[in-house]
């Protein structure tokens, strides 16, 4: 079981770094091909709308591998500077206050999806809106699994953690 586990958390973490890079490039691409045609005097009118949206795509999937990596804003030291037995339960109230933010995001951003309905981008008007701005659910799905793939690892750390002392480096 797992094993299995680590399995699915191997090809989710493999899977936001593919789509993170996809991205990265994708926008390095987009610019540098923007400033190639103003160089030359021309200019790509759907460019500014594109970049745009692309960093948003790139923000939602980059933050959901680091929420999956752990690497979000955290306070991995005051949690361990509690006593053992509210650790876990600290850690429980964080995990569902986390999860319940992205489950309100996704819920709201799916209502967004249907206000768009019918509209287009304005310098790509076969690309629909609401394409555009599904990464607002689509992301918020993925901090979730994110959040569950990795609460089992927060929770053993939490039960384990270290207790610190108020000074940096210094054992207790």
């Known amino acids: 079981m797992r094993l299995a586990f680590s399995t699915l958390q191997g090809y989710f973490e ?3 770094e593919i789509v993170t890079i ?14 190639a045609y103003r160089i030359s005097g021309h200019a790509l009118a759907w460019y500014d ?33 509690m006593p053992p037995h509210i650790r876990v339960p600290v850690v429980l109230v964080a995990e569902f206050v986390i999860i319940g933010f992205f489950a309100l995001m996704g819920w709201l951003g799916y209502e967004v999806l249907l206000v768009l309905e019918g509209d287009t981008m304005i310098s790509l008007p076969e690309v629909p809106t609401a394409f555009t701005q599904s990464v ?4 918020a799905a993925l901090f979730i ?15 384990k953690g270290k207790e610190h002392s108020p000074v940096e480096g210094v054992e207790p």
């Open 136 to 139: 607002i659910p689509i992301g």
């Open 49 to 81: 709308e594109v970049a745009a949206i692309q960093l948003a795509w790139l923000t939602y999937y980059a933050g959901a591998l680091a929420a999956f990596r752990r690497a979000h804003i955290g306070v991995p030291g005051l949690v361990n500077a």
């Open 22 to 35: 996809i991205l990265m490039v994708s926008l390095a691409l987009v610019v540098l091909v923007a400033v």
């Open 145 to 159: 699994i994110a959040q569950i793939l990795t609460m089992p690892d927060a929770l053993d750390e939490a039960r």
């Open 14 to 16: 493999r899977l936001l």
